[in-house]
């Protein structure tokens, strides 16, 4: 089993920054990939970026340049730097992490929030 516990959220306003922490504890297998996800209100849980245990990594149109995600294998910790925020990224962060060689071992943490102001 693994357990993830995201926190870092708050209020940001348009145009500032905020940072994510992702923490993992557990059976942490080599390979993972730990992805960074978002939910709006009334809207559908959305990839954000990933990034595998080799540190490979990739973001969505919507984040590209403006987001980073990094990781500490050494704290089980993956990170999202959010910077140019903008009101359209106010939603529930998650952070995710799966093996690509087993579909079925994914994990999710309970999410935090960021709320971005204009």
């Known amino acids: 089993q693994v357990q993830l516990v995201e926190s870092g959220g708050g209020l940001a306003q348009a145009g500032g920054s905020l940072s994510l922490s992702c923490v993992a504890s557990?059976?942490?297998?080599?390979?993972?990939?730990v992805g960074w996800y978002r939910q709006a209100p009334g809207k559908q849980r959305e990839l954000v970026a990933t990034?595998?245990?080799?540190?490979?990594?990739s973001y969505t149109d919507s984040t590209k340049g403006r987001f980073t995600v990094s990781r500490d294998n050494a704290k089980n910790t993956v990170y999202l730097q959010m910077n140019s925020l903008k009101p359209e990224d106010t939603a529930v962060y998650y952070c995710?992490?799966?093996?690509?060689?087993?579909?079925?071992?994914?994990?999710w943490g309970q999410g935090t929030q960021v709320t971005v102001s204009s």
């Open positions: 557990g059976s942490i297998l080599s390979g993972n990939v």
């Open positions: 990034i595998t245990s080799g540190g490979t990594t």
């Open positions: 995710r992490l799966s093996y690509p060689q087993n579909i079925f071992d994914v994990y």
